[in-house]
């Protein structure tokens, strides 16, 4: 790719020439993300404010090329891929925490502090950041409120739209505003509930506000094996049903057990079908209390063993297994394919034998990790890219298992956003009148469709060539709507 020199010249006029990037061994760096997605910037800019960022923004504009935000880089549908030769504007540089106000209950950060710093900085103040995606150690607040990430931890109390009160934003014009603030409700539109999780095709944060919790004074970690998956699926049901909804409630397979003890030994039963944990919080009494009430549906749907987290290091043990499961998957195979679909909890025991089902007619071996709490899967394909049309068959096995999501009154997307993976199925699920509303927003913050191009709606001209799938949508079927 030919670097444009004026426009290179112009963006270091406004950051620095050392903050912008344009040697092929950095931009490839940038020409990915999680997925399995990928495309070279034009180049790279690392702003250090937002008035650095607004500038590179409008020099961006003024010489028509697109640009894409990228935070760590840690997102898993292809959100940061720099689709149509974009420019890439990295929040990297802006990685302060401005403030922790203990009285107040809130943080202040630039979007470039990782997601678990955030937590750190308020534990002395006995406070915390409720979202915590399993990335939480890399990840970035920008990239958090981009997707609207998630995380275990967030049954009870929430995802990131929950715990962000004010996000000031550099929009697609490059005109620098704030939504929301320090409240909890302000007058008017909710534009910074509908700012989070756009996935940067509205703008840029360059800093938040972000609510703090007070650490409750008990948490008691469960882990519950069982036979197999739809036993512990069963059980899930259960809980919830019985109106006990933990602090967070996650699953594992057998494969996914088996990764994780090859590079982790957290101590999970290795003759286990699925391992359910389960975590409650608040005051002793209370979590006694529900820990015995999720232990009983635990015994009265088959679970061949139950373990009470004896104290913080084994509870730490246990996390760190579901956290770093998807890096042990590395023990299985040397590439995999994460997805993210929902479904009703009821429907968690048929989601999972079709996914088996779906994963053994293309001959692909899956591991399950999930949120199983709010029906968020997360099938992981695990492949060998070496071999010969084995891309195609995940692809493939990755469209039929999204569509079986829909097909059982589920979502898309539960925490990953659409992004390059999942556009060419949203007519899956939205209507052509649906869609031109959604891409009207988008108007609104100036975007031309030149901000973040190719990302989150089935729109958009010279996407073409990102469509890493179309035979995929073919074989799943195109229905419009369901």
């Keep these: 790719m030919t670097v444009d020199r004026d426009l290179v010249q112009a963006l270091a006029a406004v950051v620095g020439r050392d903050h912008v990037l344009t040697e092929p061994e950095q931009l ?68 302060r925490i401005l403030a922790i106000d203990p009285v107040d ?53 929430g995802v990131t739209t929950n715990h962000v009160l004010g996000v000031e934003v550099v929009t ?3 005109d620098t505003v704030w939504l929301g603030g320090r409240c909890d409700e302000a007058p008017g539109f909710d534009l910074r509930g509908a700012f989070i999780g756009s996935e940067g095709t509205l703008g840029i944060v360059t800093a938040a506000v972000l609510r703090l919790l007070p650490r409750p004074p008990s948490v008691v970690t469960i882990l519950a094996a069982f036979p197999d998956v739809a036993s512990a699926s069963q059980a899930v049901a259960a809980i919830i049903g019985a109106g006990v909804v933990p602090a967070a409630l996650e699953m594992m397979d057998r494969n996914a057990i088996r990764a ?42 088959g679970a061949l063993e139950l373990r009470r987290a004896a104290d913080p290091r084994e509870r730490e043990l246990l996390w760190r297994g579901r ?109 052509d009148i649906d869609i031109e509303n959604m891409a009207r927003l988008r108007a609104v913050f100036g975007n031309d469709g030149s901000f973040n191009p190719c990302k989150a709606l089935p729109t958009g001209t010279g996407c073409g060539e990102m469509a890493h799938r179309p035979f995929a949508l073919a074989r799943a079927g195109s229905d419009a709507y369901i």
């Design 28 to 95: 490839y760096v940038y020409s990915f993300d999680g997925t399995i997605e990928r495309a070279m910037p034009r180049c790279v800019v690392l702003p250090g404010d937002a008035r650095e960022t607004a500038e590179a923004v409008r020099v961006c504009r003024r010489f028509g090329v697109p640009v894409t935000p990228r935070g760590a880089g840690t997102g898993l549908s292809g959100g940061a891929v720099p689709a149509g030769s974009a420019v890439v504007v990295s929040t990297a540089r802006m990685n």
């Design 323 to 431: 956290k770093g499961a998807i890096g042990a998957l590395g023990n299985l195979a040397p590439n995999y394919y994460i997805l993210d679909g929902v479904v009703p909890r009821s429907k968690l025991p048929e989601a999972m034998r079709r996914v088996e089902e779906v994963a053994a007619a293309h001959g692909l071996t899956v591991a399950n990790v999930f949120h199983a709490g709010d029906g968020n899967l997360h099938p992981c394909l695990v492949f060998d890219e070496r071999e010969p049309g084995t891309h195609e068959r995940v692809l493939q096995a990755g469209a039929e298992i999204i569509k079986a999501c829909i097909e059982l009154g589920g979502a898309l997307t539960g925490e990953h956003g659409v992004g390059l993976e999942k556009r060419e199925f949203f007519r899956w699920v939205f209507s």
């Design 105 to 157: 209950r809130v943080a202040v950060v630039q979007p470039g502090v990782t997601n678990l710093a955030v937590s750190e900085a308020a534990a002395p103040y006995g406070l915390f950041y409720a979202p915590d995606p399993s990335s939480q150690r890399a990840c970035t607040v920008g990239g958090n409120i981009a997707e609207n990430a998630g995380g275990p931890h967030c049954l009870a109390l």
């Design 172 to 174: 697609a014009a490059g």
């Design 260 to 301: 994780v003890e090859a590079a982790l030994a957290c101590g999970y039963p290795p003759d286990a079908g699925a391992v359910l944990l389960a975590e409650v919080e608040g005051s002793e009494a209370t979590t006694d209390d529900l820990a015995a009430r999720i232990e009983e549906r635990c015994r009265a749907y």
